[in-house]
């Protein structure tokens, strides 16, 4: 392989290793691109620390940057209407709940159980 992106960075820092390694095989040289946020700074730092090796930092464009954001944002909403489309001509439709009229009842339940509430036990008259 000539390059290798890396855009999702593994959590061990010898599967980075492993990834970036499959460029220079049987000595060629190769490119290693990692995609990284504000989260993923503390991974880098081990990465470095374990290869011995500073990470360049690839210059940006803020503008770019945001162009190229909203041409992401713009496909994954027209993405997400084809499969609404496609799965509304394949006949697939949301569940409903079978009876609506039990709905008001389920919900207090699930209030009870989600606050953690005690819920009161009545003893039954025999």
Same mark, same amino acid.
């Not at 989260?39 to 500073?54: F, S």
């Not at 489309?85 to 009229?101: F, I, P, T, V």
């Given at each position: 392989?000539?390059?290798? =992106?890396?855009?999702? =960075?593994?959590?061990?820092?010898?599967? &980075? =290793?492993?990834?970036?390694? #499959?460029?220079?095989?049987?000595?060629?040289?190769?490119?290693?691109?990692?995609?990284?946020? %504000? &989260?993923?700074?503390?991974?880098? %730092?081990?990465?470095?620390?374990?290869?011995? $090796?500073?990470?360049?930092?690839?210059? /940006?464009? $803020?503008?770019? =940057?945001?162009?190229? #954001? +909203?041409?992401?944002? +713009?496909?994954?909403?027209?993405?997400? /209407? +084809?499969?609404?489309?496609?799965?509304?001509? !394949?006949?697939?439709? $949301?569940?409903?709940?079978?009876? %609506?009229?039990? !709905? @008001?009842?389920?919900?207090?339940? @699930?209030?009870?159980?989600?606050?953690?509430?005690?819920? !009161?036990?009545?003893?039954? !008259? #025999?």
């Amino acid at each position: 392989m000539d390059i290798v =992106i890396n855009f999702d =960075i593994p959590t061990h820092s010898k599967d &980075y =290793i492993h990834r970036v390694g #499959r460029t220079a095989r049987a000595g060629r040289a190769g490119k290693s691109i990692t995609l990284v946020t %504000q &989260y993923d700074v503390e991974l880098i %730092q081990r990465i470095e620390a374990v290869t011995g $090796k500073k990470m360049d930092l690839w210059p /940006t464009d $803020k503008e770019e =940057i945001a162009l190229l #954001r +909203e041409r992401v944002e +713009e496909a994954a909403r027209l993405a997400a /209407t +084809e499969l609404r489309e496609e799965g509304a001509k !394949k006949g697939y439709r $949301k569940r409903r709940k079978e009876n %609506q009229d039990d !709905k @008001d009842v389920r919900d207090r339940d @699930d209030d009870v159980v989600q606050a953690g509430m005690p819920t !009161k036990k009545r003893k039954s !008259k #025999r």
